[in-house]
């Protein structure tokens, strides 16, 4: 028997969605999933078995597909179909049953999901992703391994690059243009074009520079205020581990290291935006999101935020974090 395989084995709402796909089309393919771990072998989800790591589709046999369930980032979306197509075993696209896709144009190994809705004249890259809910506009065009999130809409005509991510309840009006590696975060409403390598937040959205383009490299030649990343003052450490708590509760797990990026380990641009206003709230820090997104690690964020000087980081925000508690307390 001939069989599909499944390359992400941490999402169960891809897995069900390969289940419902081969219900409809008939016991002709065996469900395996493949991990990387080796810890994993052996582990199941859903009832399916994890069987093996990429190498076990040099072993496929005739008529084999694979589909790639990553859907977190678009850039390790696109690094995983990169590695699959390299395997030769070629790409299954899984629509839910449920869901019309007539007079649209699908490309290969793309995933949709329950309840999505894709218009008519709907173009799809390869590798794209439309997840619970989405909805993608009639006439509108999607380029590859880009993601949209739950409760995301694409209205009429709105053309994506390459490797974007849509994020939850967000909205991009009609005949919009969005670059490639563009990230436009939870509950954004984009009403213009955004260039390549922005990240989009708010409403109206505003466009960020992104931690790949402008922020980065600025970051990287200025000293940190709070003195070495590798050596940090006994004050980073102290408020490295406040911010790693934080984080922890944000992600809903307690495996984040000091060096881990945040949107590596599970974090997204809704998650994003609940961590700097837990910063707010718990530790009365006022990040701007945009710092955050060029900084994305804990140990990173406390060398800048640590400045011990009274002009450092940490001193600004807690002056503008009291600042407002006193605006508030007059207007009450």
């Known amino acids: 028997m001939s069989e599909l395989?499944?390359?992400?084995?941490?999402?169960?709402?891809?897995?069900?969605?390969?289940?419902?796909?081969?219900?409809?089309?008939?016991?002709?393919?065996?469900?395996?999933?493949?991990?990387?771990?080796?810890?994993?072998?052996?582990?199941?989800?859903?009832?399916?078995?994890?069987?093996?790591?990429?190498?076990?589709?040099?072993?496929?046999?005739?008529?084999?597909?694979?589909?790639?369930?990553?859907?977190?980032?678009?850039?390790?979306?696109?690094?995983?179909?990169?590695?699959?197509?390299?395997?030769?075993?070629?790409?299954?696209?899984?629509?839910?049953?449920?869901?019309?896709?007539?007079?649209?144009a699908l490309g290969a190994g793309v995933l949709v999901y329950e309840q999505a809705i894709l218009s008519p004249e709907t173009r799809l890259g390869d590798g794209s992703c439309v997840l619970m809910r989405g909805i993608v506009g009639h006439g509108a065009t999607v380029g590859t391994d880009c993601v949209i999130a739950p409760g995301a809409v694409l209205n009429a005509r709105v053309r994506l690059g390459d490797r974007v991510y849509v994020g939850s309840n967000s909205s991009v009006l009609?005949?919009?243009?969005?670059?490639?590696?563009?990230?436009?975060?939870?509950?954004?409403?984009?009403?213009?074009?955004?260039?390549?390598?922005?990240?989009?937040?708010?409403?109206?959205?505003?466009?960020?520079?992104?931690?790949?383009?402008?922020?980065?490299?600025?970051?990287?030649?200025?000293?940190?205020?709070?003195?070495?990343?590798?050596?940090?003052?006994?004050?980073?450490?102290?408020?490295?581990?406040?911010?790693?708590?934080?984080?922890?509760?944000?992600?809903?797990?307690?495996?984040?290291?000091?060096?881990d990026n945040f949107f590596d380990v599970g974090g997204t641009s809704l998650r994003a935006l609940q961590f700097v206003d837990a910063l707010r709230t718990r530790l009365e820090l006022e990040v701007p999101l945009p710092q955050f997104y060029a900084l994305s690690s804990m140990r990173r964020l406390a060398v800048h935020l640590a400045g011990g000087a009274e002009h450092g980081l940490m001193s600004r925000a807690r002056a503008r974090a009291l600042f407002r508690?006193?605006?508030?307390?007059?207007?009450?």
């Open 5 to 104: 395989f499944l390359f992400g084995a941490g999402n169960s709402e891809g897995v069900r969605l390969a289940k419902r796909v081969l219900a409809r089309r008939g016991p002709e393919r065996r469900l395996v999933l493949l991990d990387d771990d080796a810890d994993k072998l052996g582990e199941e989800l859903l009832g399916v078995r994890i069987e093996g790591g990429l190498d076990l589709l040099q072993t496929a046999a005739p008529g084999s597909c694979v589909a790639n369930l990553v859907a977190r980032r678009t850039a390790s979306r696109a690094a995983v179909r990169r590695r699959l197509a390299a395997s030769g075993v070629p790409f299954l696209s899984l629509v839910h049953p449920d869901v019309d896709a007539e007079d649209c």
């Open 174 to 259: 009609p005949d919009v243009t969005i670059g490639d590696d563009v990230t436009i975060g939870a509950n954004t409403m984009v009403a213009a074009d955004v260039p390549a390598f922005a990240t989009v937040v708010g409403v109206p959205g505003q466009i960020l520079a992104s931690a790949t383009t402008a922020a980065m490299p600025a970051l990287a030649a200025a000293e940190p205020e709070g003195g070495d990343p590798k050596h940090p003052a006994p004050a980073v450490l102290e408020l490295e581990a406040k911010l790693i708590e934080v984080a922890a509760v944000v992600l809903g797990h307690h495996q984040l290291g000091p060096f």
């Open 325 to 332: 508690r006193s605006l508030l307390a007059r207007s009450g």
